[in-house]
């Protein structure tokens, strides 16, 4: 009955009761590799298991374990990240506003390695949508018009002046939304340029994307380009960087403490 009083020695009973259960939760594996399951009383404990050298992210919407810097319970175009405040919760984010990794850092700093980096797409968090898109690309904007960021690095929808090609204008952008590939506009001249080419850069120098641009940058490829050092097969989890367009500078406005590379 509602409001009976429970003598103290079942009260008792019921406490060890419900440790023995909590104790004995069993965790279980999905048959995907990167999320795992949890009973309700795993809530006292924020941390995921470890298996093996990868390391997995508690994600705090479904209380879910999902493997870190995969795409897991994040939106289309992002990946789990280690939360910038609480690093054993997962915090969803484009997946280019990826830190650089140990071998990555390595190659950065070699002139004749800097061609050894992955080269990716610039995204741009669209709140309204709330997932990532390509830069310099169509995304959710009408036809005619690609998505940009304004001067308060805020995601909006601008004119495509590199549709028609002129001589100033290379071909439009490729059909993969994806692709490092591309075409782009300056805002400050409205002149269209190929990523992956010398375009506007000194010799020995291509356009391509740098980790806290959204507009490519002239990078300095060796012409030699060296082979490849082998990268260690351990994985490196990715830490978040907050970067001008990503989910995290739209929530905490954090990039204008960046100093850029």
Not at 82 to 93: E, I, L
Request: proline content about 8%; charged content about 20%.
């Amino acid at each position: 009955m509602l409001g009976k009083y429970i003598p103290f020695n079942q009260c008792h009973y019921c406490v060890y009761l419900l440790l023995f259960f909590i104790t004995e939760t069993v965790i279980l594996v999905s048959s995907q590799n990167d999320v795992l399951d949890y009973e309700d009383s795993d809530r006292l404990n924020p941390g995921c298991p470890l298996r093996g050298s990868e390391t997995f992210l508690r994600y705090k919407n479904d209380n879910r374990c999902y493997k870190a810097n995969s795409q897991g319970p994040c939106p289309e175009n992002m990946i789990l990240f280690p939360h910038p405040f609480a690093k054993t919760y997962g915090f969803c984010d484009c997946f280019d506003a990826r830190g650089d990794t140990t071998a990555e850092i390595a190659f950065l700093n070699n002139r004749n390695l800097t061609h050894c980096i992955p080269a990716i797409r610039a995204q741009v968090y669209v709140p309204e949508r709330n997932r990532c898109y390509s830069v310099f690309d169509q995304g959710p904007c009408s036809a005619g018009k690609w998505l940009v960021l304004n001067a308060t690095n805020y995601p909006i929808c601008a004119k495509n002046t590199c549709t028609n090609p002129n001589k100033d204008a290379p071909r439009g952008s490729t059909k993969d939304p994806l692709s490092s590939e591309f075409v782009f506009a300056l805002s400050s001249t409205s002149k269209c340029y190929r990523t992956m080419s010398q375009g506007y850069c000194a010799k020995s120098y291509e356009l391509r994307f740098t980790s806290h641009h959204y507009v490519p940058q002239c990078r300095y490829i060796s012409p030699t380009k060296l082979k490849c050092p082998a990268v260690s097969s351990t994985p490196e989890v990715r830490t978040i960087r907050c970067k001008p367009g990503s989910r995290y500078d739209y929530l905490a406005n954090c990039s204008s403490s960046i100093n850029p590379r």
